[in-house]
């Protein structure tokens, strides 16, 4: 998986599974431009990026605002000279069921993990086009394949992204644009470290809770999805489009669905 000369835009990209993945692609040779709408955070990432020897650049931008997709992924030509890769990260996770979910919580998940994701790739296959071709990854979700209470607005956005997918792939396949998505399970970053301490659980009691239902009776670490993405965007990737690759250590295989048990137990 050697991405020297290419260039890789990674959407929320300061912290987590997008952090790891702007690492991974520079320690594969690639110019890497990450975006988050957490400036400060960003920011730091991309010096210590830099202290470190790797070719890691940050821009602010919060993608639900009107034309922020599009001007992001000008800003990336204008900073990578090319656009070869896209990863579509960015994402937000309200966890609020049917009767709590307001109309706000609705549109800004949809916002951001829908419509930023289309408009984003619709820009990127533009220049990857006139490029002779180049490679989508978007961020969906072992919650876009079965489904959880007390997250409908985000189960919806994941599920919208795995369709998504698929159409784009057939749309662009005649330029040399592969489109496919990656369905993580929990991973552990520092929003599931939140998670756990919201509901009051230990570090070590949150994870046995959040891994029962998982085969491999563990969760994720940032770097696995990352080299999962990696190999989607690589040429080894060449004849995979229009599907979703599972990370999620055995969980969709057995739809976990009511498996968990309840936090308090």
């Known amino acids: 998986m050697n991405f020297e000369g290419k260039a890789v835009l990674v959407t929320g990209g300061a912290t987590g599974i997008g952090k790891a993945t702007a690492m991974a692609f520079s320690d594969a040779g690639a110019r890497v431009l990450t975006a988050s709408r957490d400036a400060e955070r960003g920011a730091a990432f991309a010096e210590e990026m830099r202290a470190a020897g790797r070719n890691i650049e940050f821009v602010a931008c919060d993608l639900r605002d009107d034309g922020a997709p599009e001007a992001l992924i000008a800003e ?13 990260n960015a994402g937000i996770h309200h966890r609020f069921g049917t009767l ?7 549109a800004e998940t949809m916002a951001l993990n829908v419509g930023a994701v289309f408009m984003c790739s619709r820009e990127a296959a533009a220049v990857m086009k006139d490029q002779g071709g ?6 969906a979700s072992d919650l876009g394949i079965f489904a959880e209470p007390e997250k409908v607005s985000y189960c919806t956005s994941k599920a919208a992204v795995v369709q998504m997918t698929k159409a784009m792939a057939l749309d662009l396949a005649p330029h040399n644009i592969r489109v496919i998505a ?10 599931i470290e ?18 029962a239902p998982v085969a491999m009776k563990r969760l994720a670490e940032t770097e696995e999805i990352a080299r999962a993405v990696l190999f989607l965007a690589s040429d080894d990737a060449s004849y995979v489009t229009g599907t979703t690759l599972s990370v999620d250590g055995g969980t969709t295989a057995s739809g976990p669905g009511g498996q968990r048990p309840a936090a308090e137990d």
């Open 182 to 191: 990656i369905a993580p399970g929990d991973t552990f970053t520092p929003m």
């Open 100 to 106: 709590e979910t307001t109309n706000a919580h609705w």
């Open 134 to 139: 180049g490679a989508i990854v978007n961020m």
């Open 194 to 211: 939140h998670k756990i301490r919201t509901l009051g659980l230990s570090l070590e009691d949150g994870l046995r809770w959040l891994s």
């Open 76 to 88: 990336a030509v204008r900073r990578l000279g090319r656009l070869d890769v896209l990863f579509n």
